[in-house]
């Protein structure tokens, strides 16, 4: 069997036990666990030495290399996250676009192209993960590397309308055309991508359902990410935390919703917490008998709209227990630090409600945890928002829109008083779907797709 190659924008390398917060990392620790294989990317450091540098754990080799200091600002929090993360997610009113830094991305990328090649066998299979490295693959066909090298976008894949507001959405998405396969979370974004490519740039769907655009012949598939739904539920409970009396059911009076995210203007925390308060506000007697707990690690803080988020967030929490809290009873615990994974777990357990309510999401996989980690003999309730990827299989949650502050409360109250039978009923029925797609059968069929379809011979990539 040939060798995997990972490459993503960030390689997490385990410490003491314990995985990044982010669902990339997760992902790709896990798949790579299963097969081994080396993961190639940036270490996370700003640095001038461009030297990389390799560490092996168990059956995953790590090598990393660090960005100079222009290359961080204008690859990574420039183009990659000021540019694409939001138009991607569908916020054009948080997007900049500035040419310098396009060119920056475009030269990172060609820069980790060529630091990989000596490290490649013939046969090695090469996996990219993710919008920092759309151009990858037109780089490694420049430099003659001829191995299979797929592509999984990791986030949704916007509309035309919203992608081409992009000034050079042409040449990116031309360099996409590179890859052997090209995978996506949901049909949506499948579709998204098929008609940009035959709308816009006239490409041309072949009687084999492969796609030929820009001269190129490729294939776009649907692969689901996953969870490790037997891992999870033994870390969950094997939870011996201080929340566990705090149960549901039986003696214990107040009950937990629970959310977990990045902090990101996607994952919809603001709406989220303005709905609890008007949730405590319409159905008063919920009060004193439930407790929120919103865990947001906060993530890329140097970017400007990821501060702004962080004070709106500040500002409504305070507001929430300034005017409804009590010497005995704190509604909202708002935590701002990352969590083990087993904590993490522990606590979606022994959550009577997992509020997991983005704006937009490419699929979300707290929302797969947390069912993942009920008790199927007294399962919580999963309110999720329409707008994840993972609605378009969980879909036994409470589905709720994320712009409705009132329907979500309403869905909060409901979550709450569902009976027992009902709860399990959604819980089996949710359960099937993520054995169904799994971790394993995400990668597995990802990796099988792309070693046996069978694309045209490609011209080399021109400069
Ligand atoms: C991107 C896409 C897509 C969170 N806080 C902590 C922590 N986490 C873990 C969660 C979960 C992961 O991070 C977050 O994954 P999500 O899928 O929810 O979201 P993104 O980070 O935005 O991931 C997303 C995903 O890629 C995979 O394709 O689903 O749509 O945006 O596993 O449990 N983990 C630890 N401590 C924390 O405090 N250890």
Redesign the pocket.
């Known amino acids: 069997m040939s060798r995997l190659v990972v490459v993503s924008n960030r390689v997490a390398p385990i410490k003491a036990g314990?995985?990044a917060?982010?669902?990339?990392a997760?992902?790709i620790h896990d798949a790579l666990r299963q097969s081994g294989g080396i993961w190639f990317g940036w270490s996370g450091e700003v640095s001038a030495n461009p030297d990389i540098g390799c560490e092996t754990v168990g059956n995953i080799t790590y090598a990393t290399l660090a960005l100079n200091k222009r290359d961080y600002d204008q690859y990574y929090r420039g183009f990659s996250n000021a540019t694409l993360w939001p138009i991607f997610h569908y916020r054009i009113d948080l997007a900049r676009y500035n040419r310098e830094e396009y060119e920056g991305y475009r030269r990172v990328n060609a820069m980790l192209a060529e630091k990989l090649k000596p490290l490649l066998k013939p046969d090695d299979i090469i996996w990219i993960h993710d919008y920092h490295l759309i151009p990858f693959a037109e780089e490694c066909r420049r430099l003659s590397i001829r191995n299979r090298i797929g592509f999984f976008l990791?986030?949704p894949f916007p509309p035309p309308e919203i992608l081409t507001v992009i000034p050079p959405h042409n040449e990116l998405l031309r360099t996409l055309c590179y890859y052997d396969l090209i995978g996506f979370?949901t049909d949506t974004d499948r579709l998204a991508f098929q008609d940009y490519m035959t709308r816009e740039v006239r490409g041309v769907i072949e009687a084999d359902g492969s796609l030929t655009a820009y001269g190129q012949n490729f294939r776009a598939g649907v692969y689901p990410?996953g969870v490790v739904p037997e891992e999870i539920r033994e870390l969950a409970e094997s939870y011996k935390g201080r929340r566990r009396p705090m149960r549901r059911n039986t003696d214990v009076l107040r009950k937990n919703i629970i959310s977990?995210?990045?902090l990101?203007y996607s994952k919809g925390l603001v709406e989220r917490f303005k709905a609890y308060e008007a949730f405590l506000d319409r159905f008063p007697e919920h009060r004193r008998l439930v407790e929120f707990i919103q865990?947001a690690?906060t993530s890329r803080s140097d970017v400007k709209t990821y501060q702004t988020i962080r004070q709106q967030l500040e500002s409504e929490a305070g507001h929430i227990n300034g005017r409804l809290s009590d010497l005995d009873w704190t509604p909202l615990h708002y935590l701002n630090k990352?969590?083990?994974?087993r904590t993490?777990m522990g606590l979606f357990r022994y959550a009577a409600v997992g509020f997991v309510t983005p704006l937009r999401?490419?699929?979300?996989?707290?929302a797969k945890?947390y069912v993942a980690s009920q008790n199927p003999e007294d399962p919580g309730v999963l309110v999720l928002s329409r707008f994840a990827?993972a609605a378009k299989e969980l879909t036994s949650a409470l589905i709720v829109n994320p712009y409705d502050c009132i329907g979500m409360a309403e869905a909060l109250d409901r979550a709450l008083r569902m009976p027992l039978a009902e709860r399990k009923d959604r819980y089996e029925h949710m359960m099937r779907a993520i054995r169904a797609a799994d971790l394993d059968a995400w990668r597995d069929i990802f990796l099988r797709d792309l070693r046996t379809f069978s694309s045209r011979p490609r011209p080399a990539a021109k400069k």
Not at 338 to 341: E, L, T
């Open positions: 314990k995985v917060a982010g669902g990339l997760v992902g990791h986030i979370q990410i977990v995210d990045r990101d865990i690690p990352s969590h083990d994974r993490l999401d490419g699929m979300n996989l707290v945890e990827g």
